[in-house]
């Protein structure tokens, strides 16, 4: 009994959250964040460019809150979550992509 | 050991066993949830990147950025975050007491952000830049209200597994309602940063 309770401990602890992951999660989203203001109120850079590193530093602490704090990964008993996950971000990125190529382009044409 | 107690042993494992698939199933129906929930951001933030522009003569972001406060907002946000994890990770070990504090820290911290966000809101009205004045802030106030009004739904929701952690004490089934909580929670969080970063930092450059 005490032997497969034991067995069952790594396999349930796999899901289970800890204090680690949440630190390094937090102070990294810390350091983006403050990043992003920073680089923002300064006007460190011209306005394309702004955009581009924005953008960046959003993903990536995207994948840090996902990886540490939602703790979403790869694993087969995380992949009931993940498979979802990645069919949700094509369809999100279909329609955000999709909606801002086909107004522009309207806007375009329409000469306004 | 008995017989008897191995069949009995036998049998609260099978219990158990299945009492956590049932578990899992239902954490991966409110995840469905969730994820359905991200297509209403996608479409409020694919509304708002193409009305960015269309201020019709009012004030743009770039009038009403104000970097400390968005920054403050975005802490608050953040650190809710963190507190609940530590309240997840006391419920771990059963200490009750400790989970009810770090839930009661969290929503502190969500009512400043949702106070902070009210204020900005009723400061704009008060202006006379309300949703009505302009495309822009129209898909302003309906992408960021949006969120503000998942974080105050959160918030009721959180206030209400305190007091049943008060009065049922932690079990499996408390458990599992701080599972799906915390899962929304994150969420908000990660939504947060694509509004703090388009909306206000990409709208103020």
Redesign the interface.
């Known amino acids: 009994?005490t032997e497969?309770a034991h067995k069952n401990m790594p396999e349930q602890n796999r899901n289970?959250?800890?204090?680690k992951s949440?630190v390094i999660?937090?102070c990294s989203?810390?350091i983006l964040?403050?990043i992003?203001?920073y680089i923002?109120?300064q006007?460190s850079f011209s306005?394309g460019t702004?955009?581009w590193v924005?953008?960046i530093?959003?993903l990536i602490?995207?994948f840090v809150?996902?990886g540490f704090?939602?703790r979403l990964n790869a694993s087969p008993e995380g992949r009931?979550?993940a498979v979802?996950?990645a069919?949700?971000i094509l369809?999100?990125l279909v329609?955000?992509f999709?909606?801002?190529w086909i107004?522009y382009n309207l806007s375009y044409f329409m000469g306004s | 050991m008995t017989t008897q107690s191995m069949i009995n042993d036998h049998h609260d494992d099978g219990h158990e066993a299945h009492q956590h698939h049932m578990d899992q199933i239902d954490i991966f129906g409110f995840w469905i949830y969730i994820m359905s929930d991200c297509l209403i951001f996608a479409a409020l933030f694919a509304t708002f990147i193409v009305l960015r522009d269309g201020t019709a003569g009012g004030i743009s972001m770039k009038d009403m950025i104000d970097y400390p406060y968005t920054l403050a907002e975005t802490i608050f946000l953040l650190c809710s975050s963190f507190t609940y994890g530590m309240g997840i990770l006391n419920s771990y070990h059963g200490k009750t007491h400790k989970v009810m504090m770090w839930l009661v820290f969290t929503i502190i911290l969500g009512c400043c952000f949702v106070g902070m966000e009210l204020n900005e809101f009723i400061g704009l009205h008060l202006a006379g830049h309300g949703p009505t004045s302009s495309g822009f802030l129209s898909a302003f106030f309906a992408l960021v209200g949006t969120h503000g009004f998942h974080v105050t739904m959160g918030l009721i929701w959180m206030i209400i597994l305190v007091i049943q952690l008060g009065i049922y004490g932690d079990s499996k089934t408390m458990q599992r309602r701080l599972t799906y909580l915390g899962l929304f929670w994150a969420f908000l969080d990660i939504v947060w940063i694509f509004v703090f970063t388009i909306v206000y930092l990409m709208g103020a450059v």
């Open positions: 009994m497969q289970l959250k800890t204090f949440y999660g937090f989203a810390l964040t403050l992003a203001f923002t109120s006007h306005h702004l955009c924005l953008l530093l959003a602490q995207f809150q996902t704090f939602l009931w979550e979802p996950f069919f949700v369809v999100v329609i955000f999709g909606s801002v107004m």
